[in-house]
């Protein structure tokens, strides 16, 4: 079992990985590491750690990452950090694979490992990204707004509108808004779904043209549940696809 930590842009992801076996999943502020407070995150997963061999994390905020090093260093554990040059097993058919987010690369080694290639990844988090895994490895993708920076965009940058949640965006009738809320909610939610639609089918032309087989197409991330049904029932839903890559990681590194 391994301890595997996603460090993201608003939140620090992680849970207890047994292949693909997920558990004890919880969720610490990525603010939390920059105001110093890294110990209370080292003490809220010490009564995890039971049977756990080893620590993997990623991380796409590099100014945490010593500080987070800092307070799993007390478990005694092996720790793995997830980068471009540790990504074994995954080539990066990719000019600049610094630039690779580490996140992107874990999503890819677990497509890789339990679902096969060609695949598609839709991750949608604070940026929804696409990213594209063949016979080659990893290719690339696409990098898009998530839903919350539309929603924040929107409030922010006018003097009048709201600033809506993602339950606002849920199961939104009708294609007339009859009110500023119900007008936003519609450009919001349809126009989300509609934009991931579009990326999907661009991709997917991309790759027939190309001769690759038909890709399966998975999703993770939270805004999932803010597209349309018709558009979610074309991907596969894998809940904890990240924390998976990392552990699959962590294993091809010993």
């Known amino acids: 079992m391994i301890l595997c930590i996603d460090i993201g842009n608003t939140s620090c992801h ?25 110990k209370a995150f080292a003490t809220l997963l010490e009564p995890l750690l039971n049977g756990v061999t080893g620590i993997s994390f990623c991380s796409v905020v590099p100014a945490i990452n010593a500080h987070l090093q800092a307070s799993i260093r007390r478990f005694n554990l092996p720790i793995f950090h997830l980068t471009h040059t540790s990504c074994h097993g995954l080539d990066l058919a990719y000019p600049h694979p610094e630039e690779i987010g580490q996140d ?34 990893y290719e690339g993708g696409i990098i898009a707004p998530g839903i919350s920076i539309m929603t924040r965009y929107l409030h922010e940058q006018t003097a009048l509108l709201p600033e809506l949640s ?86 091809r590194s010993m």
């Open 104 to 137: 992107r690369l874990a999503n890819a080694i677990a497509v890789q490992q339990y679902h096969g290639v060609p695949a598609i990844i839709l991750d949608m988090g604070t940026a929804v990204t696409f990213d594209i895994i063949t016979s080659a490895g």
């Open 166 to 251: 993602e339950a606002d965006l849920l199961n939104v009738e009708g294609a007339i808004g009859k009110s500023t809320v119900h007008a936003m909610r519609l450009g919001v939610a349809v126009g989300f779904s509609g934009m991931v639609d579009a990326l999907l089918a661009r991709v997917l032309t991309e790759l027939k043209v190309r001769g690759e087989a038909e890709p399966v197409v998975l999703s993770t991330g939270g805004s999932i549940a803010n597209l349309t049904k018709d558009w979610a029932d074309k991907s596969h839903f894998v809940e904890d696809l990240t924390l998976m890559g990392l552990a699959v990681a962590f294993a």
């Open 14 to 38: 992680y849970g207890i990985v047994d292949g693909q076996t997920v558990t004890d999943t919880g969720h610490f502020p990525t603010d939390g590491f920059r105001d110093g407070e890294s």
